[in-house]
């Protein structure tokens, strides 16, 4: 190692996301369809330490697509629990724990990360001593692929700001034990802020939200 080389010590991400794609009130439309576009976001993506923690909340559907068509990867786990009730933190609490990755961050099972989103986690973790990072997210709301998303400038605050906009190190003292209810993102993100004072916004990030009623499109 050369003198004043800087040895990353954050390398390899944990992606957390939780499924469930039996209908509810409000849920979306081709639900199995777009869990299988956002599972092929994170194998397509540029990062090459990594690791899909898919959280199967009671979903035997999860489970069937997972066997047939994600199994062989090693980078992608599965984790089956019993139904949870909805908005309940232990779904993402026990994919959490799960995680071996240095850093961790979200994937809802109908959006999307874009090619360089975890890495650009990764490299901005190695040049601070942050504990957690935020940053803006896309929406697409149009899908024809020529119509760029619309940038989501985001800011800590309730009803702004969500699991699709941070990322946190693979800290024992973070968990979403008693996050729960509507909202239950915001009150693990009102945790970090209140626990965990090394935080920053970061940019380059790319996770985009779908809005595109019965599209699967990109």
């Known amino acids: 190692m050369k003198i004043n080389e800087i040895v990353p010590r954050y390398i390899k991400i944990s992606v957390v996301m939780p499924s469930f794609l039996g209908a509810y009130n409000g849920s979306a439309k081709n639900r199995e369809a777009k869990f299988e576009r956002a599972v092929n976001s994170f ?49 993402r609490e026990f994919g959490l724990r799960a995680c071996t990755g240095d850093v961790v961050c979200y994937l809802d099972g109908d959006d999307i990360i874009g090619y360089n989103h975890l890495n650009n986690i990764v490299q901005k973790f190695n040049t601070s001593d942050d504990d957690w990072v935020y940053f803006d997210d896309q929406i697409r709301y149009n899908h ?74 990109l």
């Not at 940019?203 to 499109?217: K, L, M, R």
Request: aromatic residues 10%; contains cysteine; hydrophobic residues 35%.
């Open 43 to 91: 194998l397509t993506n540029s990062h090459s330490e990594r690791e899909l923690i898919i959280i199967s909340d009671g979903c035997h559907k999860t489970i069937e697509i997972y066997e047939k068509k994600y199994k062989l990867y090693e980078e992608i786990k599965l984790i089956q629990l019993d139904k949870q009730p909805m908005f309940s933190g232990m779904v």
């Open 144 to 217: 024809l692929a020529h119509i760029p998303p619309t940038v989501r400038s985001i800011k800590l605050e309730k009803g702004l700001a969500g699991t699709s906009c941070i990322a946190h190190s693979n800290n024992q003292f973070i968990n979403w034990i008693g996050c729960d209810g509507y909202g239950h993102d915001w009150t693990f993100i009102d945790r970090l802020i209140k626990l965990f004072p090394r935080y920053r916004k970061i940019d380059g990030c790319s996770y985009i939200v779908h809005h595109i009623p019965n599209s699967v499109d």
